[in-house]
């Protein structure tokens, strides 16, 4: 493997992120249907993927789904789940002789309220990803901020930010969101300024670290010598060169602001209804995991493939920050030898 290209995983954790995010993007035009639409919600709640039924539209504009129609004189007879629904052929808008054409495919399914999984899945993803992806940078650019002032600032002001940031990390990150999200009942926006303004603290650690090794070595001693300021030393020279453990601990941290979102979603404490999130998808399928198991199991999926992808990314990025620092090829190593979130958020 050349130097210059990425290791394995960290190509596949961008290929799995960038699908995601393609599909989240493109989510109103791939959605069959809206996400919150309730379509003759008794026939069509907790269909299974690939299932399939006849939309009969009636005068009263009110449509109705049928596993089968036939006709019976001057009748039309619904077949559905309740039983048999006979409808005069005269109130049907949508019937020909050939029959009723119209379908409503459910490929991923239906919940329990009759809205179809995948355009929830697909809308769910833009508010999953949009949410985690910018509480990532948030904690990212607080993180650098507060590192960076500790690792340039002196003593003093090292003491006093690093105490305050022990201090913080004495509490569990998820159950200070919790608490925080059960206090403010917050929105989307909200949402990424809790995720991301308590999840900081230990990257403003990891920041002070490489920015002390990295002080330490000649071109900064170099810099200094030449009479640039602290500042200059560290905007031009420390943290151009803090970059990759910076991205492998942003990778990470996306996958982890994800779970959190998804967390609070699933306990009521996040995103509301009716705005689908990955998380809310899986709390309505909880009480239907015998009977419906398509409801909690495609949005946990791609909770999964988020965290997986963002871990995969990370672990490449670290093997090639350890294959520069030794100067050698970058080391091969398994992608499932990965840090979890629990440990690093």
């Known amino acids: 493997m050349s130097r210059s ?59 109705l789904l049928a596993e089968r129609v036939t006709v019976d004189g001057n009748d039309l007879v619904l077949e559905r789940r309740s039983g048999s629904l006979r409808l005069p052929l005269g ?9 009723i054409a119209e379908r409503r495919r ?24 949009t949410i985690g992806l910018l509480a990532a940078c948030l904690a990212l650019t607080a993180g650098t901020l507060v ?26 990150h998820l159950a200070l969101v919790l608490l925080l999200a059960a206090l403010y009942r917050p929105d989307t926006t909200l949402l990424v300024l809790l995720i991301g303004g308590t999840g900081w603290m230990g990257l403003a650690r990891l920041v002070r670290a490489e920015l002390l090794r990295l002080k330490q070595e000649r071109f900064a001693l170099a810099a200094a010598a030449a009479g640039r300021s602290p500042a200059g030393v560290l905007v031009r020279h420390l943290l151009p060169n803090a970059t990759t453990p ?55 999926l791609m909770v999964a493939a988020a965290v997986l992808g963002s871990s995969l990314l990370a672990d490449g990025l670290s093997d090639r920050l350890a294959g520069l620092r030794a100067g050698g090829p970058v080391r091969r190593r398994s992608p499932w030898a990965i840090r979890t979130w629990l440990g690093e958020a």
Do not use: K
Not at 107 to 117: N, P, Q, T, V
């Open 246 to 300: 910076l991205l492998v601990d942003a990778s990470l941290r996306v996958g982890a602001c994800i779970l959190v979102e998804s967390a609070l979603s699933f306990l009521g404490l996040g995103v509301q209804p009716p705005q689908p999130s990955w998380g809310s998808m899986i709390a309505d399928g909880q009480s239907h995991l015998t009977t419906a198991w398509w409801i909690a199991a495609f949005p946990g």
């Open 91 to 99: 109130s049907v808008t949508n019937y020909r002789e050939e029959g």
């Open 106 to 129: 459910n490929w991923l399914g239906s919940d329990a309220l009759g809205r179809d999984i995948l355009s929830r899945l697909l809308h769910g993803s833009r508010v999953s990803l």
């Open 147 to 172: 590192g960076s002032c500790a690792a340039i600032g002196g003593r003093f002001v090292d003491q006093a930010l690093m105490r305050t940031v022990d201090g913080l990390l004495c509490f569990p």
């Open 5 to 63: 290209s990425l290791p394995a995983p960290a190509r596949t954790g961008i290929g799995i992120l960038g699908l995601l995010a393609l599909l989240a993007a493109a989510a109103p035009l791939l959605a069959p249907f809206d996400p919150a639409e309730q379509l003759d919600a008794s026939e069509s709640s907790r269909r299974p993927p690939l299932s399939s039924l006849l939309v009969v539209r009636t005068l009263d504009g009110e449509p």
